[in-house]
């Protein structure tokens, strides 16, 4: 401890599977670290095992209370430093930690990453779609009328979209993303990066969900889906579904005019059919 002086708060990226992808100075920075605030401290002693790291841990969350958080800000104030870990990759990428480091930022606290693995970094620079600009969402929505919702909105973004998903949702996802961008919308998924099953698939949504559905192995370990962005072009000629719709309703039955809309737009025939109940009802 130093009392001339703040600890330095490091936010440290660990392996995301293979434990090689450790860099050195991740190693020394946990080596010389007063306290190791975990995700999961179970999970973390068995990489620091790895690697012969033998120094103190406590839990931390962001939800969690805030008693922990102060008591590891007091001790950065009094000139211990801390290293953050989550339970593998880069963290605070849809992980904990962010509600410490904006503290420790108020407080005058030095903050420094020590760069590593990120899951959603890694699938994007091997799915071979846009890399300039690109959004990252983290996990959608568990239910899927919210989640189709949430991808709405990002129907017409041009950047490419990746995403965390769970294992046991990845083809209702997927399916709920041919319901709003099309099957025809290029995609990528990169499934337990640098471990022992590493997986890639690419092609259209329509071609994923295929995949898949007949492989069960695809639905199991940790995801990210990499979506390509709209083509620019192509929104600003698109034809507006409710516009078509409407005008159909007009001379058509609902079941006709939503099998037309459907096929006009690139769309899920029954979402549409569902949209001109809800027209006639009005």
Sequence with gaps: MNSNRTGILSIVATPIGNLQDMVPRAVQTLQSASLI??????HSKKLLNH???????????????KKTMEKLLKRLQAGDDIALISDAGTPLISDPGYRIVAE??????TVVPIPGACAAI????????????FYFGGFLPVKSGQRKTALSALKSSTNTLVFYE????????????IDVFGGQRQAFIGREISKAFETFLQGDLTQLRQQIAEDSN????????????????????????????????????ASKAASLTA????LDKKAIYQAALRLQDK
């Design 37 to 42: 605030a975990c995700e999961d401290t179970r």
């Design 263 to 266: 096929k006009i737009c690139g």
């Design 166 to 177: 769970a294992p046991h949702r990845i083809l209702e996802t997927v399916e709920d993303l």
């Design 122 to 133: 890694a699938a994007l620079s091997v799915s071979g779609l846009p890399t300039d600009s």
């Design 218 to 253: 695809q639905q199991r370990g940790e995801i990210v889906l990499v979506i390509a962005g709209a083509d620019e072009k192509a929104e600003t000629s698109a034809v507006d579904p409710e516009m078509v719709l409407k005008l159909l309703l007009k001379e058509l039955p």
């Design 104 to 109: 420790a930022r108020k407080r005058d606290i």
């Design 51 to 65: 690697f012969s790291i033998d120094k103190p841990c406590v839990a931390y969350h962001d939800h969690g209370d």
